[in-house]
């Protein structure tokens, strides 16, 4: 089972092959990106209303490097094993690839999704890559936000109850 979950952890070569498999079956590729440093039920509810935007979910997951520059010293809390391994342990996604750039600009150049998501914090003239999917006929989609669910969030919680606790 867990090669399974080893298996959607793809580099850009085994994914881009994948990527050109998916292709001759003419099935929608959809591709979001993020930290997903704790996955949490708001992640979990946007990834799952992701996938039903076309057939194949990919996501592009921040490195630690690139999550440090995002976020701070502090983050990532949990390693890119971790992260990797749990959104591929996920039904509905079918590749996580990583990238350590600032932004999944290039990624997303050389992906080509039909479909460009992030989560309703995020306009779709803010997304990052809008510009490359709407010029191949694409479609951007910011989906509802969950109120209440982030990792920041979480972050705090734990850091007041430690403060509590001292």
């Not at 890559?129 to 910011?142: E, P």
Request: charged residues 25%; positive net charge.
């Amino acid at each position: 089972m867990l090669s399974n979950i080893k298996a959607k952890i793809l580099d850009e070569s085994t994914l881009f092959a994948t990527l050109t498999r998916w292709r001759l079956f003419d099935q929608k590729i959809v591709f979001t990106n993020g930290c997903f440093d704790i996955l949490h039920y708001g992640h979990l509810h946007y990834l799952a209303e992701a996938k039903t935007l076309g057939d194949k979910l990919v996501i592009g997951v921040n490195s630690a490097n690139s999550v440090k520059k995002l976020k701070g010293q502090h983050r990532p809390i949990n390693d890119d094993l971790t992260r990797y391994h749990l959104l591929a342990s996920l039904s509905f996604v079918d590749a996580i690839i990583e990238f350590d750039a600032a932004t999944p600009y290039e990624l997303i150049k050389k992906i080509q999704p039909n479909i460009l998501v992030k989560g309703g914090d995020w306009q779709p003239e803010q997304i990052v890559g809008a510009n490359i999917v709407l010029a191949n006929g694409g479609m951007v989609k910011s989906l509802p936000f969950i109120d209440g669910y982030s990792t920041t969030n979480i972050e705090a919680k734990i850091l007041e109850a430690e403060r509590r606790k001292g």
